[in-house]
């Protein structure tokens, strides 16, 4: 691993990682990081969207709505899925579309970024841009949808918390469970 010279480099997953998780669970922060110690390609499948689309996910979400984003979130999801191993951080609804799900479970090992909820709210306050937050009491939006989320979130291959620890921990914490996952280490 490139973070630590010292230690034993875990086995290479055999598949794509997917990470899923709410807003503010630090998918991207932590998908980066992992992508960089695995040595595999990274991609943010909100950037990639806004790649497609010329314009911000704040645009599309006020230009086409919502069911429209997630039709295009789809599609990006499936065809980034398609090539070469990568770890793919997905928005916090992505996971939740019984079609992508059914993708990613075929294609990719899952890992849902747990945290709670004062965690989530804190991280979300940083930035402005996220359409569902807008115009509503973001703490009882979240509650709401991590309630209605978490069993979907679950469904992945791997639970991993978030809320605490440095994105490095986090990231050690996520090649330890994928070595224990491959039968690599003591478990
Ligand atoms: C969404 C999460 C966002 C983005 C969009 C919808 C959601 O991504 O895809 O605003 O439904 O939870 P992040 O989880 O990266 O903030």
Redesign the pocket.
Known sequence: MSGDPGAARPAAPPRSIVLVG???AG??AIGRRLARDLDWPFADA?AEIELAAGTS?ANIFAEIGEAAFRES?HHVIARLLEGPKRVL?L????FVDPRTRVLVKERAISIWLSADLDVLVRRTSRRND???LQGVDPRARLAA?LEARAPIYAEADLIVDSSRGSVRSVVAEILAQLDRRAGGGAA
Do not use: H, Q, S, Y
Not at 91 to 94: E, Q, R
């Open positions: 709410m807003m503010g998918k991207t909100d996910i979130e951080a928005g916090g609804g992505g996220r359409p569902l949808l």
